[in-house]
């Protein structure tokens, strides 16, 4: 208890009720006058609550913004205010989604009257925070803010006021803030843009700051000089980025005709996407430290069309500046997104469509525009790849691998989409693995959560691309961090066809099998783990129907049967399971494809250094008569295969030699070593046909 004549202290927030808290931290943010990290704290604290308050309004308590007039939303949005710091800002962002998510209904009546009283009051403060409020809230509630942004003379109104005499750039900055925030909405809203502001936002962008001077001179010669008045009467630089980002995004989206069939009066204007690229190219290359936000947004958008693709990956200087942009972009910044954005767009493949896929895309463009949309040439993949090339020249990959050990998902699946793209140029692989490529692949690939699993797939499929054109030693050797086994996992997520996608495409299998054959030719602890994770799916794949993939799958088992557990798996012929296995192997060894033969017979070639595999091979019909056929092959590494197999047999020791033998003698098989040691040239093929031969004639 206070002794006499001492004041009580003020409770402590946690001795407070939650409401109790809310009324001392909206008279404290009404209070105004603190410095900006105790304005964000507040606003923290506040957010806190209101986050935590749905729990308690499920639970049957009252909700705390009962007491959130209408005062209160006012002095709250009013941090949104582009005058605020951008961390303020920030901050009361997140207090303002998380009031609105729980408030609900009212929430956003409030909202609206807020923004509808602040339009009629029609001074420049109002319309400023208005606008940056509508600016913020169309992420958050964008069906609340797209109907107050389309209310009916809203829109109409804008022009004219824009257009004044005297101009206040802060109200001109904030409403093209909100249109910018509006064209990635909704159509609807687009539609209303380009039909109420399209011509202000042309003239803004093409307005010639020294043309307006030497207008005002020519019209008034004893005009002041002070250029206050002349600064007034014209528009800011980052003002005509910002009409420019609006533009931009027009351009890409607007159909060539409003709803009402009327001819867009944004078409036939002068400033094209290209004059639009080349004036965000200007600002970054000159000015970026005040222009780069709006610039490299507007390049982002822009870059979506295919000659702006071409001329930006031809400009070394402005890849340069981008990816220093990048490199010095916050994390999780809009700063950032919109960088990656630009180099998603200049490296992006187009899908690969089947055949029938193809036909059907030509009809679609004949049905459309009589066989006039057909795919921009600047798009095809000899195109892209060329853009690959000069990004990566860039120094890109360093910077890239810097920014997703801290970046977002959102960010980090942007960065995987560019390293995906850059592996498909099989040049640069080995220099993404030595500038990291490898690490931010794995290290990804384990830090996706399963829901986003498209991700997942396009990060393994990058990896197995680069694995399957290194040395595992290099990307693994040394005193990298990272071992080998690490990549086991990602390239074997992939060996199945993705069961959500539309079209079933084999090729992240057939690449990961290639890729798991490189790591697999290294050592017994990689095999061992290959054998443990994927033998199921490797078997699977081994009878697949495509060829290619067929013969990746032998491939990859030629390599692993070199480890005990593999061999395991082939050596009991008693087991039927064991047997198949063995008559698939001896199957392949017979298919059409050269390479499929030669991965099967590698794999015999080492298997029948075991009793039972030999056993195998003489119980299978034709067994014996498809390891000879390996020694008929013109290829001479066939021959060898074929050769080391039948040296194995023959020269087995007790009754399975004998078998073996008498089965090969029956098969003419001594003709059939004749003939394979007179085709063979290279030394270790006639050495080893000979001593089978001599095992066979020798021996009874």
């Given at each position: 208890m206070a002794s006499v004549g001492e004041a009580a202290s003020p409770p402590k927030a946690e001795e407070m009720g939650r409401t109790d808290q809310t009324l001392t931290l909206l008279a404290s943010l009404m209070e105004g006058g603190k410095e900006d990290d105790e304005t964000c704290e507040d606003l923290d604290k506040l957010t806190k609550l209101l986050t935590e308050d749905l729990e308690h309004v499920k639970r049957g308590e009252e909700s705390i913004t009962k007491v959130i007039d209408g005062d209160c939303v006012d002095t709250l949005v009013a941090y949104l205010d582009m005058r605020q710091?951008?961390?303020?800002?920030?901050?009361?962002?997140?207090?303002?989604?998380?009031?609105?998510?729980?408030?609900?209904?009212?929430?956003?009546?409030?909202?609206?009257?807020?923004?509808?009283?602040?339009?009629?009051?029609?001074?420049?403060?109002?319309?400023?925070?208005?606008?940056?409020?509508?600016?913020?809230?169309?992420?958050?509630?964008?069906?609340?803010?797209?109907?107050?942004?389309?209310?009916?003379?809203?829109?109409?109104?804008?022009?004219?006021?824009?257009?004044?005499?005297?101009?206040?750039?802060?109200?001109?900055?904030?409403?093209?803030?909100?249109?910018?925030?509006?064209?990635?909405?909704?159509?609807?809203?687009?539609?209303?843009?380009?039909?109420?502001?399209?011509?202000?936002?042309?003239?803004?962008?093409?307005?010639?700051?020294?043309?307006?001077?030497?207008?005002?001179?020519?019209?008034?010669?004893?005009?002041?000089?002070?250029?206050?008045?002349?600064a007034m009467r014209r528009h800011s630089q980052q003002v005509q980025n910002l009409a420019a980002v609006v533009l931009a995004k027009l351009r890409l989206v607007q159909p060539l005709t409003l709803p009402d069939g009327s001819e867009s009066r944004i078409q036939p204007a002068s400033t094209s996407m290209e004059d639009l690229t080349k004036m965000f190219t200007t600002m970054l290359i000159k000015d970026p430290e005040h222009s780069k936000q709006q610039s490299v947004e507007g390049l982002a958008y822009a870059s979506l069309q295919a000659k702006v693709k071409e001329d930006i990956s031809k400009d070394p200087d402005l890849l340069k500046r981008l990816v220093k942009i990048l490199e010095e972009a916050p994390p999780k910044s809009p700063l950032t997104y919109g960088a990656l954005s630009v180099f998603v767009n200049l490296t992006?493949?187009?899908?690969?469509?089947?055949?029938?896929?193809?036909?059907?895309s030509q009809l679609k463009a004949y049905a459309n525009a009589a066989g006039k949309l057909q795919p921009d040439p600047l798009n095809d993949d000899q195109h892209v790849s060329e853009r690959c090339k000069r990004v990566f020249a860039s120094g890109i990959t360093p910077v890239l691998v810097s920014h997703s050990k801290n970046g977002s998902l959102a960010s980090l699946t942007l960065i995987i989409s560019i390293i995906h793209s850059l592996s498909v140029v099989t040049g640069i692989r080995g220099q993404l693995a030595q500038q990291g490529a490898v690490r931010l692949l794995i290290g990804a690939w384990t830090a996706l959560?399963?829901?986003?699993?498209?991700?997942?797939?396009?990060?393994?499929?990058?990896?197995?691309?680069?694995?399957?054109?290194?040395?595992?030693?290099?990307?693994?050797?040394?005193?990298?961090?990272?071992?080998?086994?690490?990549?086991?996992?990602?390239?074997?997520?992939?060996?199945?066809?993705?069961p959500d996608a539309e079209r079933r495409d084999l090729l992240p299998s057939f690449e990961s099998l290639m890729a798991l054959t490189n790591l697999a030719s290294t050592d017994d602890d990689t095999r061992r783990t290959i054998i443990r994770t994927a033998w199921d799916e490797i078997e699977e794949l081994l009878l697949s129907s495509n060829s290619r993939v067929s013969?990746?799958?032998?491939?990859?088992?030629?390599?692993?049967?070199?480890?005990?557990?593999?061999?395991?798996?082939?050596?009991?012929?008693?087991?039927?399971?064991?047997?198949?296995?063995?008559?698939?192997?001896?199957?392949?060894?017979?298919?059409?494809?050269?390479?499929?033969?030669?991965?099967?017979?590698?794999?015999?070639?080492?298997?029948?250094?075991?009793?039972?595999?030999?056993?195998?091979?003489?119980?299978?019909?034709?067994?014996?008569?498809?390891?000879?056929?390996?020694?008929?092959?013109?290829?001479?590494?066939?021959?060898?295969?074929?050769?080391?197999?039948?040296?194995?047999?023959?020269?087995?020791?007790?009754?399975?030699?004998?078998?073996?033998?008498?089965?090969?003698?029956?098969?003419?098989?001594?003709?059939?070593?004749?003939?394979?040691?007179?085709?063979?040239?290279?030394?270790?093929?006639?050495?080893v046909t000979v001593r089978a031969l001599k095992a066979v004639l020798e021996q009874p």
């Open positions: 710091s951008d961390k303020v800002r920030g901050h009361a962002t997140l207090t303002t989604s998380a009031y609105l998510k729980a408030a609900g209904e009212e929430g956003n009546q409030i909202l609206a009257t807020f923004f509808h009283d602040r339009i009629k009051r029609g001074n420049y403060d109002d319309y400023i925070v208005a606008f940056c409020v509508a600016a913020v809230t169309f992420p958050i509630v964008p069906e609340l803010t797209t109907n107050l942004f389309l209310t009916e003379g809203f829109l109409s109104s804008l022009a004219p006021l824009m257009r004044r005499k005297w101009k206040s750039r802060k109200v001109e900055t904030a409403c093209l803030e909100m249109l910018n925030a509006a064209c990635m909405t909704s159509a609807a809203c687009r539609e209303a843009v380009l039909k109420y502001c399209g011509d202000w936002l042309e003239e803004i962008v093409d307005q010639d700051p020294e043309e307006v001077v030497s207008a005002m001179y020519a019209a008034n010669p004893d005009a002041s000089l002070q250029e206050g008045s002349v992006r493949f187009q899908p690969v469509q089947s055949e029938e896929e193809k036909k059907m959560p399963d829901s986003e699993a498209v991700a997942r797939r396009t990060a393994a499929q990058a990896l197995a691309r680069i694995l399957i054109s290194t040395n595992p030693a290099l990307v693994f050797g040394g005193t990298q961090p990272t071992p080998q086994t690490a990549a086991i996992r990602p390239l074997v997520s992939i060996l199945t066809p993705d013969k990746a799958a032998v491939e990859l088992v030629c390599n692993l049967v070199q480890s005990p557990e593999a061999v395991a798996l082939y050596a009991d012929c008693t087991k039927p399971q064991t047997k198949n296995r063995l008559h698939i192997l001896l199957a392949l060894a017979d298919a059409e494809d050269e390479g499929t033969r030669s991965g099967a017979g590698g794999a015999l070639a080492s298997l029948t250094a075991y009793e039972g595999v030999i056993r195998g091979i003489v119980a299978r019909e034709r067994g014996v008569n498809v390891i000879l056929g390996l020694c008929s092959e013109d290829n001479e590494d066939l021959r060898h295969r074929g050769a080391v197999t039948v040296y194995n047999m023959v020269t087995a020791e007790g009754e399975v030699g004998e078998l073996a033998r008498a089965k090969i003698k029956e098969a003419n098989g001594v003709d059939v070593l004749m003939q394979c040691a007179k085709k063979s040239r290279r030394a270790e093929v006639v050495e």
